[in-house]
């Protein structure tokens, strides 16, 4: 179908883009920019007066909860929520049940995206069998069949070996390995940053050193082994000091962090609120104004939603028992717009994070408005105003914290491949 895109704010961050030019779209791909193609008959026609044309949003982190996890999240509803949220591409962690180790189950879940028609889902491999840390799983296998990159989810590799030929292999392939810092024996009861929040609260922590001495780690079989190093979801500054000072002595590795820790603290849990338990916990104010600096600045690469359905049962627990994890498919678009507003930083930066520079991440051809581009785009308004309710939630999971808050930026519509998939109005 052609589309014809009128009147909108273009930001397309990728081509340094903030200004008034009409958008037309050709067969799903993005045909002209400004002036309209010879020959081109709209078929549709989108008013955008008053709206922002960017993008389609880039999320490193929606787990979609199939297979196995059905109960807290299917792959209609979660979808449904990122088109809603301007997502037009995601990846999703490899710990479903069974995890993401074999071919077959990773084109399963392409086939059933695909088959929806809403977003790109780019499924993150599994780096050990069963996610269990101690046989490799065939990534040259799980890459044809279409897997991005590879990661142990939340699960860490307790044995460092194991550790290093897992980085071996996949550099020696070219693969890019997605590690989530945490130490499989320091704080592994907590549940909450080891800080006075945990303290007067009674509840188990977890230090710092849970992050850093696996970030070491890391960092050191990385150097090793030469491998592309993504570290997903940092939570402390001195994490950020971390990668810095690796990225100075030239190593390859680039990181993220969630909309969460760039907007909450270990404050934020107050009288046991199991919205605010996940992982990672959420840190100290300190840690969560580093996060917010760094990731304005460019040490931090990404932002990400790390969206993680839970089941109110799971959920209404003593916060101790209850399930980490918290839903942010629609909430990545707002809270970005949130922190760039905090921030005073332009649009055209702060839409960078959740488009082209994620895109980066992914290796994706995706995350820009150029001529001859994917027609993904959100067109929202930055003026309207989204009240978290469950009830405005399209994913099966209601657990955020930010439920009651009303925040800036609203979608009106999402295009995926030149196809209107969500419509406000």
């Known amino acids: 179908m052609n589309i014809h895109i009128k009147n909108g704010r273009l930001i397309d961050p990728a081509n340094h883009i903030d200004g008034q030019q009409d958008v037309f779209i050709v067969e799903g791909r993005i045909a002209a920019l400004g002036r ?79 088959s929806l028609s809403r977003s790109h889902v ?4 599994a780096l050990t069998v069963r996610l269990a840390g ?11 069949a279409g897997c991005v990159a590879f990661s142990q989810a939340n699960t860490p590799i307790a044995n460092t070996e194991v550790l290093l030929r897992a980085l071996q292999y996949a550099a020696t392939f070219g693969f890019t ?35 850093t001495v696996a970030l070491a780690t890391t960092l050191r079989l990385a ?26 002595d030239g190593l390859a590795v680039s990181c993220d962090v969630s909309i969460n820790h760039l907007h909450l603290s270990e404050r934020d849990i107050g009288y046991f609120s199991t919205h605010a338990n996940l992982i990672p916990p959420l840190r100290s104010l300190r840690d969560r104004d580093v996060l917010r600096q760094a990731l304005a600045d460019g040490r931090i690469d990404a932002l990400c939603s790390d969206h993680t359905p839970v089941d109110d049962d799971a959920k209404q627990l003593p916060f101790d028992e209850a399930e980490p994890g918290a839903t942010g498919l629609e909430l990545l678009l707002p809270l970005t717009l949130k922190w760039a507003q905090e921030m005073r930083l332009p649009l055209e930066r702060a839409l960078a994070r959740v488009t082209c520079d994620a895109a980066r991440i992914l290796g994706l051809d995706a995350g820009t408005l150029a001529p001859g581009a994917p027609a993904d785009i959100c067109i929202f308004d930055p003026q309207a105003a989204l009240r978290v309710t469950r009830d405005s939630l399209k994913s099966q999971g209601k657990n955020t914290p930010f439920l009651g808050h009303e925040l800036p930026g609203k979608v009106v519509y999402t295009l995926v491949d030149g196809r209107v998939v969500f419509e406000a109005r």
């Not at 101690?134 to 044809?144: G, K, N, P, S, V």
């Not at 929040?197 to 977890?206: C, E, H, S």
């Open 134 to 144: 101690e046989q490799l799983t065939e990534m040259a296998e799980l890459r044809e």
């Open 36 to 114: 309209a193609p010879a020959g081109f008959t709209a078929e549709r026609t989108l008013d955008a007066a008053g709206l922002v044309v960017c993008p389609g949003l880039i999320d490193l982190s929606a787990r979609l909860r199939e297979p196995g996890f059905e109960y807290r999240a299917t792959l209609e509803s979660e979808l449904a929520a990122a088109a809603a949220g301007g997502v037009t591409s995601l990846s999703c962690p490899p710990d479903t049940d069974p995890p993401l180790d074999e071919p077959g189950l990773v084109e399963m879940l392409k086939h059933r995206a695909r």
């Open 223 to 248: 150097r090793d082994t030469g491998v592309r190093l993504h570290v997903a979801r940092i939570s402390c500054a001195d994490a950020v000091d971390m990668i810095e000072a690796a990225r100075r």
């Open 122 to 125: 780019h499924p993150i491999g």
């Open 177 to 211: 390995v997605w590690l989530h810092s945490r130490d499989p024996f320091l704080g592994r009861n907590g549940v909450a940053h080891d800080g006075e929040v945990a303290t007067r609260l009674g509840l188990p922590g977890i230090p710092y050193s849970a992050e």
